[in-house]
T-cell receptor
Framework: AQTVTQSQPEMSVQEAETVTLSCTYD???????LFWYKQPPSRQMILVIR??????QNATENRFSVNFQKAAKSFSLKISDSQLGDAAMYFC????????????FGSGTRLQVQP | NAGVTQTPKFQVLKTGQSMTLQCAQD?????MSWYRQDPGMGLRLIHY???????DQGEVPNGYNVSRSTTEDFPLRLLSAAPSQTSVYFC???????????????FGPGTRLTVL
């Protein structure tokens, strides 16, 4: 079974600065996707970014980018030019494309943004 | 498109009562799933479906039933509610084949359930 580990329960960043959230995962599969989801106080789960395992190029979405290290099974999220609206819980998640097709989530990182 | 909708938003039950959480999507997604989120944890999969008439168990299926008679709807039934089922429930859907969003889960707004 796959596992996803987020070792930082809480992080804090100053507005306009850059922050990196860490995620590691364990799998024996070669075909999978990785995701970062944002959960603000409204509790809505919002897709931030997606990475396909077979792609070596790191995904980017505006101020959000990932550092995907497949051999190390590491998938960190970098938020540049942090904004107050970035404050939320961030979940790293793994999607298997060969086994049971479902998301396996980490325990989350709460990000605070200081003005 | 309304996306993924869930009803109700909040519900309080007494132990032993049964109820159905509704989930619908209008994106013609093949895959639908139910997750629960407990405090301090990520979401855990309860049941999922890869198409009408096909369902399977997830990580925490005990105490819950599902059925998928149409592509659009995927209700979750609590058979006899227990305090351990107090949680926030999320429904999600995704396309399974073709396009840039394959295998990407889109979530409903959630239902907060309290069992007394």
């Amino acid at each position: 079974a796959q596992t996803v580990t987020q070792s930082q329960p809480e992080m804090s960043v100053q507005e306009a600065e850059t922050v990196t959230l860490s995620c590691t995962y364990d799998t024996s599969e070669s075909d999978y996707y990785l995701f970062w989801y944002k959960q603000p106080p409204s509790r809505q789960m919002i897709l931030v970014i997606r990475q396909e395992a077979y792609k070596q190029q790191n995904a980017t979405e505006n101020r959000f980018s990932v550092n995907f290290q497949k051999a190390a099974k590491s998938f960190s999220l970098k938020i540049s030019d942090s904004q107050l609206g970035d404050a939320a819980m961030y979940f790293c998640a793994y999607w298997s494309r060969t086994g049971r097709r479902a998301l396996t989530f980490g325990s989350g990182t709460r990000l605070q943004v200081q003005p | 498109n309304a996306g993924v909708t869930q009803t109700p938003k909040f519900q309080v039950l007494k132990t032993g009562q049964s109820m159905t959480l509704q989930c619908a999507q209008d994106m013609n997604h093949e895959y639908m799933s139910w997750y629960r989120q407990d405090p301090g944890m990520g979401l855990r999969l309860i049941h999922y479906s890869v198409g009408a008439g096909i369902t399977d168990q997830g990580e925490v299926p005990n105490g819950y039933n599902v059925s998928r008679s149409t592509t659009e709807d995927f209700p979750l039934r609590l058979l006899s509610a227990a305090p351990s089922q107090t949680s926030v429930y999320f429904c999600a859907s995704s396309p399974l084949a073709g396009g840039p969003f394959t295998d990407t889960q889109y979530f409903g707004p959630g239902t907060r359930l309290t069992v007394l």
